[in-house]
């Protein structure tokens, strides 16, 4: 599991998240900005491009390394959802574009010149029913007009190019639910003011995320990916490694307040000795940590059967809920270990606190996972 690569990668996205402290994150965090800054070094350093192929300027790493990278970002105390997303968007245009996109935008991706992070899928009236999605995208000619709504969709300020999923048939006129889905490429850099409307949410976590409201607006045909109709498969084929990947950072989390959590309770003296002597202080941690080793073993188990091109749904997403679950409780006992310093802004506890609590919800909620595995695995009734 820990090969050579990994230890190599690893040592080099510690050097350079080393370059960005939590003095870093707070300030940004303070001021709601955007980590430009750190995203860059990222990007030249050529980690965002991990997944792009070499034939196309990126360094053809596999998932299992992907998630490396993304967990050593999180286990510095960084945060990598400001450009995770980066990395598994792109697999849509790799696996299902044509060559003529793969060669117009994977090398541009890969250098940096063109920032793919933003993602359209939920919408505010549907939410996890994804496909009773209401946005259209109806065809005129060389180009389709897109209408409606999305919700949640993060990045869109700092990307150029976004992926959005809309309906090109209606519901009721497809034989099953999940046809008629179609995902475009979408150029933000053209359509500035014309038919979107960007409103951030302002949100728990520093987090840029958007509502956004289209108003007639033109996708040239030739940006759809794939066959027209099938996108909701393609977006599906991309879900296993968000979870992986996600659940990378989750991994990353729970190493990090763990960390946190027992240097504090080895230095900090009440009642004339360290907090952590007492076994009420003791075991909370120990248990986090037990649970997060036992979620990075599933982590890697998904991985290495998503690089090995093998069924990983169910692992996928049992990754992604015990590595959630395990950074949560792993925060819940970095801050209680902290005492009141724990809410104080400058130990980043509660920073980092805010920002894992999201992976309950998203990019799939818990509820759902459990959904998935109780039908998909267990073969019990489905439920909706
Ligand atoms: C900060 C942030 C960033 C995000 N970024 C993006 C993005 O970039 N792109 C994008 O497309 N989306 C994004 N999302 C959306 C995210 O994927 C959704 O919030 C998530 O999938 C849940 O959908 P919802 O919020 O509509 O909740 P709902 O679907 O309304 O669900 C609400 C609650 O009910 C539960 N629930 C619903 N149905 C069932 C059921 N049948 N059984 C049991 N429980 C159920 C859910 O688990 C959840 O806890 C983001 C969300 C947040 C908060």
Redesign the pocket.
């Known amino acids: 599991m820990a090969t050579e690569l990994h230890h190599e990668l690893r040592g080099a996205v510690r050097d350079l998240c080393g370059r960005f402290p939590g003095e870093y994150w707070r300030k940004v965090d303070e001021a709601r900005g955007y980590p430009e800054e750190f995203v860059t070094t990222l990007t030249q350093a050529g980690w965002l491009a991990a997944l792009i192929p070499e034939e196309y300027g990126g360094a053809g790493l596999k998932i299992t390394e992907a998630s490396v990278i993304l967990e050593e970002i999180n286990r510095s105390g960084g945060n990598s959802a400001p450009c995770h ?1 980066q990395m598994y968007i792109m697999g849509t245009l790799l696996r299902h574009g044509s060559e003529t996109q793969k060669r117009r935008y994977l090398p541009k991706i890969a250098s940096g010149e063109l920032r793919l992070q ?5 919408e505010p009236t549907t ?3 994804t496909l009773k999605l209401k946005t259209t995208a109806v065809r005129r000619g060389d180009h389709y007009v897109v209408n409606g709504q ?1 919700v ?4 869109v300020q700092h990307s150029d190019l976004m992926l959005l999923l809309a309906r090109t048939t209606p519901l009721d006129q497809v034989k099953k639910r999940s046809e008629g889905l179609s995902v475009f490429l979408v150029d933000l850099r053209t359509i500035a003011g014309a038919g979107l409307t960007v409103q951030p949410i302002r ?1 728990m ?1 520093n ?1 840029e ?1 958007n509502e956004l409201f289209f108003d007639d607006l033109k996708v040239p045909a030739e940006n759809l990916i794939g066959e027209e109709g099938k996108g909701f498969r393609y977006i599906l084929d991309g879900m296993n490694a968000e979870r992986i990947l996600i659940a990378a950072e989750c991994i990353g989390d729970g190493y990090w307040f763990v960390e946190r959590a027992t240097r504090y309770a080895k230095e900090r003296v009440v009642f004339d000795r360290p907090i952590g002597q007492n076994q009420g202080i003791q075991f909370p941690i120990a248990r986090a940590y037990v649970n997060v080793e036992a979620a990075n073993l599933m982590r890697f188990r998904a991985a290495s059967l998503f690089d090995a091109g093998e069924p990983c749904g169910a692992e996928s997403n049992m990754a992604k809920l015990l590595a959630a679950d395990a950074s949560w409780e792993a925060a819940n006992v970095a801050i209680q270990t902290h005492g009141g310093f724990g809410f104080a802004a400058e130990y980043d506890i509660e920073r980092k606190f805010r920002e894992t609590r ?1 992976y309950q ?8 996972i459990l ?1 998935y595995i109780a039908e998909h695995v267990l073969e019990m009734p489905r ?2």
């Open positions: 997303a933003s993602f359209a899928v939920t939410g996890s029913d999305k949640w969709t993060s990045r949100n976590m987090h995320t999201l919800v998203a990019p799939i909620s818990t509820n759902l959904s439920s909706y």
